[in-house]
């Protein structure tokens, strides 16, 4: 926690007091479509959030995502719509779905703090010797394309009682 907090792209983050689950949202909520491991949604799999990819994102698929349940998924879009970095519409075809849209200030926040981060790991990978980074991202590279193999997560004890 100490480097996070150290770190110049955590200023973003801390001075519009977010929690790193709330930024995470509002960086799902930025990014569409999102990359995922299987989109068929199948056991244990979140599943594809909206049917159209590119768009507003919807409470519950995030809370699918992030495998949260729906009322923490809920706070933390209160609390960023209270921030005004997203605006919340009920579907104009399903009155019971909200969609997350991040405003300019959401979308801006996120471009700061991810070209700060960018920054930072340029910085870091510079300072190792060649042949440490080459091996670091080889590494990296096997461990992405492993991610699709997985399988099914376990389900947790509160997944499992829902």
């Excluded at 001075?15 to 930025?30: H, I, N, S």
């Excluded at 949604?41 to 159209?52: L, N, Q, W």
């Amino acid at each position: 926690m100490e480097a996070l907090h150290g770190s110049r792209e955590a200023k973003w983050i801390l001075e519009e007091k977010l929690t790193m689950p709330q930024f995470r949202v509002l960086v799902l909520a930025t990014r569409r479509p999102w990359p995922g491991p299987d989109k068929s949604g199948g056991p244990g799999r979140p599943g594809p959030v909206t049917a159209g990819g590119p768009g507003p994102v919807t409470a519950g698929g995030l809370a699918r995502h992030l495998r949260l349940t729906p009322p923490t998924v809920t706070g933390i879009v209160d609390r960023l719509h209270e921030a005004g970095l997203v605006v919340r519409v009920r579907s104009a075809t399903d009155r019971r779905v909200v969609e997350v849209t991040p405003t300019e200030k959401g979308r801006q926040l996120v471009a700061e703090a991810t070209a700060a981060q960018e920054e930072r790991l340029r910085r870091l990978f510079s300072l190792m010797a060649e042949d440490d980074a080459q091996a670091l991202l080889r590494g990296l590279e096997g461990f992405r394309a492993a991610i699709p193999n997985e399988g099914p997560a376990e389900k947790t004890e509160m997944e499992g009682k829902q």
